[in-house]
């Protein structure tokens, strides 16, 4: 009899590039299931089928059940998933990479282990961020007072474009509903786009934890590669959403994001640049390359896998 479990598992060339996706779906209050190589949300209203093969990042909110099945198909497609707090603005866990190669995961940590690598890119994240700032010779004082200064700026201007007013940050950790309407927007793009990043980082096979910027998290990375977009994504999105009224602003603040995601093809963007802070050299025809586990030898030499090399030179 065949089943679900027993369907091959897809090859990276039939898998949809992270930068095509949806960049997420959120869902909550809904048992989400699998139907062939889809999954379906069933709530109050009905069934809705979603291809798991388009999902960047899937944020299951409360009240959500998923099957072993759904999560199965899932993770063959490569979907990220993040099991998030009410609105999506709390991160509890997430899943598994896309990628089956080594490669990035070791350019990143080779580029994090190195005490003047990991400043350079560091200092090139915020040339990413600031276009137009000398980051040479920056010292990590130097690249906070940056920062500082720019998103000051950034909710400055932003609360001029779009008539929000806007006295400071203020982030309550324990308390969403504490925070006025624009910081309540800013907490959830904030939130969404941690998740974003989340999936496309371990999608990637990279470490979440082996931050340039940020460090001492599991997710360090994560928020790295978040913050790069944060004043030309996230806080305008959270200031449109504001602008609208102080009612179901983290819902509007997701919509917006949304858009704002697809119109600015960021997730093609984040992965790009990923693999250029990490000076990583994409193989030539990656999608035809075949899944491929070696052993490491002596001299850098690598082995294939699979093998008893007891009786015979590796040389």
Same mark, same amino acid.
């Given at each position: &009899? #065949?089943?679900?479990?027993?369907?091959?598992?897809?090859? /990276?060339?039939? @898998?949809?590039?992270?930068? %095509?996706? =949806?960049?997420?779906?959120?869902?909550?209050?809904? #048992?989400?299931?699998?139907?062939?190589?889809?999954?379906?949300?069933?709530?109050?209203?009905?069934?809705?089928? =979603?291809?798991?093969?388009?999902?960047?990042?899937?944020?299951?909110?409360?009240?959500?059940?998923? $099957?072993?099945?759904? &999560?199965?198909?899932?993770?063959?497609?490569?979907?990220?998933?993040?099991?998030?707090?009410?609105?999506?603005?709390?991160?509890?866990?997430?899943?598994?990479?896309? #990628?089956?190669?080594?490669?990035? +995961?070791?350019?990143?940590?080779?580029?994090?282990?190195?005490?003047?690598?990991?400043?350079?890119?560091?200092? *090139?994240?915020?040339?990413?961020?600031?276009?137009?700032? %000398?980051t040479a010779?920056?010292?990590?004082?130097?690249?906070?007072?940056?920062?500082?200064?720019?998103?000051?700026?950034?909710?400055?201007?932003?609360?001029a474009r779009?008539?929000? /007013?806007?006295?400071?940050?203020?982030?309550?950790?324990?308390?969403?509903? +504490?925070?006025?309407?624009?910081?309540?927007?800013?907490? *959830?793009?904030?939130?969404? &786009?941690?998740?974003?990043?989340?999936?496309?980082?371990?999608?990637l096979g990279?470490? /979440?934890? @082996?931050?340039?910027?940020?460090?001492?998290?599991?997710?360090?990375?994560?928020?790295?590669?978040?913050?790069?977009?944060?004043?030309?994504?996230?806080?305008?999105?959270?200031? %449109?959403?504001?602008?609208?009224?102080?009612?179901?602003?983290? $819902?509007?603040?997701?919509? *917006?994001?949304?858009?704002?995601?697809?119109?600015?093809?960021?997730?093609?963007?984040?992965?790009?640049?990923?693999?250029?802070?990490?000076?990583?050299?994409?193989?030539?025809?990656? +999608?035809? +390359?075949?899944?491929?586990?070696?052993?490491?030898?002596?001299?850098?030499?690598?082995?294939?896998?699979?093998?008893?090399?007891?009786?015979? /030179?590796?040389?």
């Amino acid at each position: &009899m #065949t089943t679900v479990g027993s369907r091959r598992e897809s090859t /990276p060339r039939e @898998l949809t590039r992270v930068g %095509d996706r =949806i960049s997420f779906v959120y869902l909550e209050r809904c #048992t989400v299931h699998r139907d062939d190589n889809a999954i379906t949300a069933t709530d109050v209203d009905g069934v809705t089928h =979603i291809p798991s093969a388009t999902i960047g990042t899937l944020l299951l909110g409360p009240g959500t059940r998923i $099957t072993h099945q759904a &999560m199965s198909v899932l993770g063959e497609c490569g979907a990220g998933v993040a099991w998030v707090g009410e609105q999506g603005v709390r991160f509890y866990a997430g899943g598994r990479a896309l #990628t089956r190669s080594s490669g990035l +995961a070791e350019a990143h940590a080779t580029a994090w282990a190195n005490r003047r690598t990991r400043l350079e890119v560091a200092r *090139a994240m915020y040339r990413l961020r600031f276009p137009g700032e %000398d980051t040479a010779g920056c010292t990590r004082q130097d690249l906070l007072g940056m920062e500082g200064r720019r998103l000051k700026d950034c909710y400055r201007l932003e609360s001029a474009r779009t008539g929000v /007013p806007w006295r400071r940050r203020d982030y309550h950790r324990g308390d969403f509903s +504490a925070g006025d309407a624009p910081n309540q927007a800013v907490t *959830a793009a904030a939130q969404c &786009m941690y998740g974003i990043t989340h999936a496309v980082v371990t999608a990637l096979g990279c470490s /979440p934890a @082996l931050g340039f910027v940020h460090s001492g998290h599991e997710r360090s990375f994560v928020l790295d590669v978040a913050d790069l977009y944060k004043t030309d994504v996230a806080i305008p999105a959270a200031f %449109d959403a504001a602008a609208e009224g102080e009612q179901d602003v983290a $819902t509007r603040t997701r919509r *917006a994001l949304r858009d704002r995601i697809k119109d600015t093809g960021l997730l093609d963007r984040c992965v790009r640049d990923i693999k250029q802070l990490l000076s990583y050299e994409e193989p030539r025809d990656p +999608a035809t +390359a075949p899944d491929r586990m070696t052993l490491q030898s002596d001299g850098d030499t690598f082995v294939e896998g699979g093998r008893n090399y007891g009786d015979e /030179p590796i040389w």
